[in-house]
């Protein structure tokens, strides 16, 4: 098997031995949840802000296609511009945390739609030089198969 590794530590739970969550922090202040970790909060400026596992799904806010390979740096993808594959990205609102940023596995804007229902997964982001794969986090439409190895979703709790 692969060696795999987070893009950055600190941004999801890892290594994913169950449905992996992003990290965020909440401000023991004020309240706000934000992502990804601050040290301080961004609304109040308190110190005191806690380390919190976000909700592993939410649903689409608002979408858009990224139709050309962005550019490097800071982009550091192993794709080249002909090997590029446009692909969407959206902001996910998290019930009452945070909107979350993130790609989204389904590039075609015909399968999404605003107020859809969308789960955390992650996805290939890159190859090291010595062959380690570097994963990153992203949205799959909440009806769409798992990804190969990724665990069955838990049932909703209401």
Same mark, same amino acid.
Request: charged letters at 20%; proline letters at 13%; one cysteine or more.
């Given at each position: 098997?692969?060696?795999?590794?987070?893009?950055?530590?600190?941004?999801? =739970?890892?290594?994913?031995?169950?449905?992996?969550?992003?990290?965020?922090?909440?401000?023991?202040?004020?309240?706000?949840?934000?992502?990804? =970790?601050?040290?301080?909060?961004?609304?109040?400026?308190?110190?005191?802000?806690?380390?919190?596992?976000?909700?592993?799904?939410?649903?689409?806010? =608002?979408?858009?296609?990224?139709?050309?390979?962005?550019?490097?740096?800071?982009?550091?993808?192993?794709?080249?511009?002909?090997?590029? /594959?446009?692909?969407?990205?959206?902001?996910?609102?998290?019930?009452?945390?945070?909107?979350?940023?993130?790609?989204? =596995?389904?590039?075609?804007? /015909?399968?999404?739609?605003?107020?859809?229902?969308?789960?955390?997964?992650?996805?290939?982001?890159?190859?090291?030089?010595?062959?380690?794969?570097?994963?990153?986090?992203?949205?799959?439409?909440?009806? /769409?198969?798992?990804?190969?190895? /990724?665990?069955?979703?838990?049932?909703?709790?209401?």
């Amino acid at each position: 098997m692969m060696q795999q590794k987070p893009v950055a530590d600190g941004l999801f =739970t890892w290594p994913p031995s169950t449905q992996p969550r992003l990290i965020g922090t909440e401000c023991t202040a004020c309240g706000l949840v934000s992502f990804p =970790t601050e040290s301080h909060c961004v609304r109040c400026g308190s110190p005191d802000a806690k380390e919190r596992l976000l909700a592993d799904s939410g649903t689409l806010w =608002t979408f858009t296609t990224q139709g050309f390979r962005p550019p490097s740096p800071p982009y550091d993808g192993s794709d080249t511009a002909a090997t590029f /594959e446009p692909y969407a990205i959206g902001y996910i609102e998290l019930p009452g945390e945070v909107l979350v940023e993130a790609r989204l =596995t389904e590039p075609d804007p /015909e399968k999404l739609s605003i107020g859809q229902r969308m789960r955390l997964t992650l996805v290939p982001y890159t190859v090291d030089a010595d062959g380690t794969e570097v994963l990153t986090f992203a949205f799959a439409p909440a009806d /769409e198969p798992n990804q190969p190895g /990724e665990p069955d979703q838990p049932e909703e709790q209401s």
